[in-house]
């Protein structure tokens, strides 16, 4: 298949999925075969009522907001990746989703800050910290890096920790599944708090787009083209903090998951972010919604979504590594 066409089909893919999974789900009077039933048929043994308020109220939202968060995170992934200069960053090994994480957490434990606004804050400061510790006479190495954003995430998961030792037992219980990654409590409400933040930042990403190509070139090219790196730095960073924070919020950790489909897409269709960041939020959003069909009818309980992305991602970034051929004199 050339890349035209596959381009053509990644556009229209996610549409077909997005329907087929409104019928994916432990409900059985809610499979297509009763919604063809009662749509085209008339079939009055279907509750139309029940059927239309699990199809509507139950998997819509849900749907799209895994579809939603899937893209904002492939995005917020190569956009980082991009400024960084490096394949194997991404919001999970920046830092970025612990940050979040903990921001988010604080806001449900207190419930005087708006965890929206709490996890943006923090999931800056995670990424800040990350950079902050890695720079070194002006640059960036894979390893310190790397390094960076382990010790990041070890800050923030204790402080989370901390959080689920004071916290409640009924508070405790939400903290925990949230922090594995699940959608369980998608609902419109949640669909909406979440919606404004993912835009903004996606909309400042999209209109950066042509100038990460320009900043992955390195400082001193952004320079010479008559742009300020650090301010444009600056934005695609809270750009994709901004996004990156809202879907952590709304989801939980989703780890590695911004690592993996901004390489595979870089690998077929090339380092263009014009062009791919679009590609990006489509593949990331229909890869997800596919995990999430998996992660809810695997068994018979609901399995959280992040435990299948880390399973994925984990040797995914092992092969990263590797192929990067990281050592100390990098």
Known sequence: MTRKKLTYLIFLLPIPVIVASLFVGPAGNSSFISFFRWFFMA???????????????????RILLVFITGGILAVSGAALQAIFRNPLVDPYVL??????????????WLAVIPVQLSAFVFAL???????????????????????????????????LTIIQI???????????????????NANWDRLQMAILPMLAGLVILFVMRWKLNVIALGDEEAASAGLNPGRLKLWILTGATLAGSAAVAVSGIIGLYGLIVPHVVRMIFGVDNQRTLIINFLVGGTFLTLIDNI??????????????TMLIGAPFFIWLLKKSNVGWEH
Not at 47 to 60: A, D, F, H, P, Y
Not at 166 to 184: A, C, E, R
Not at 295 to 308: D, K, N, Q, Y
């Open 95 to 108: 830092g970025l989703s612990s940050g979040a994480a903990f921001g988010a957490a604080l806001g449900l």
């Open 125 to 159: 400061a995670a990424v800040g910290l990350s950079y902050y510790m890695a720079r070194k006479n002006k640059q960036i190495s894979i390893v310190s890096l790397i390094l960076a954003g382990i010790i990041t995430n070890g800050i923030f998961t204790a402080l």
């Open 295 to 308: 992660s809810r009818t695997l068994a018979g309980f609901e399995i959280p979504i992040g435990v299948f």
């Open 166 to 184: 004071m916290s409640d037992p009924f508070k405790l219980q939400s903290i925990v599944h949230w922090t594995m990654g699940n959608f369980h």
């Open 43 to 61: 079939d009055e043994t279907i509750n139309s009522e029940m059927l239309t308020n699990i199809l509507l109220q139950v998997r819509m939202p």
